[in-house]
């Protein structure tokens, strides 16, 4: 059955407009019921209005406080029938009542190799650490900031000659692979949770083909379409 989906931007919104892609193009059998913004500006909102998705906006600094706007934010949610939620660089931390709402029900994408490098500069804090190896990661999302189990990973170089914004560039074109990828297992109901491990049901599908990629590693590995 087609999994309701809203997904949650603040930005430019390059990972639901790959998610985006692939339910048009029947590689992932969901139905974004919203685009929910908290900022009137973002490209994010444009790219679903392109595609004649349902947005709203949320503004947060329009709220009296914080618990109004999270209560308007579960409101769209639900409101919107969703029954997962896809953050795609959504820059606000989600109350614990709305995590609990949708548990187990909630992905994230962070631009590091979690458990390194949490938080809102990701990709900036490992090119400024001088790590060789960075990464992005798709996982679920609990009360933790960038802490639930880990769904799929995407590991690539990190250049001598890197800055925040080259390395960041990097990793974003693997997220537009993973991404996908993840939204498309939770929507065919093959991911389940098992204490801090993601299980993946196996379906027997080819893999993809990863040469266009430049040096990577990407495990589980991504499946023919993503
Ligand atoms: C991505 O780097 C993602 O990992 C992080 O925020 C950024 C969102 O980019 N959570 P976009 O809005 O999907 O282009």
Redesign the pocket.
Known sequence: MTLPVAVL??????????IIDHIEAGRIDARITAVVSNKAE???LDRARRHGLATVTLPHGDFPDRAAFDAALLGAVRDSGARAVI?????RLLAPRFIAAFRDRIL????ALLPSFPGIR??ADAAAYGVTIAG?TVHFVDEKMDNGPIVIQAAVPALPGDDGPSL?AR??AL??RI?PQAVAWLAAGRLSIDGRKTRLAPAGLALADLSDAGPCLVNPPLEVGF
């Open positions: 931007v603040s930005g430019s919104g390059s990972n639901l407009q790959a973002a490209q994010g953050l795609a660089g959504f820059m994230n994408i962070h631009p990701g990709a992005a960041a990793i974003l997220e537009h991404y």
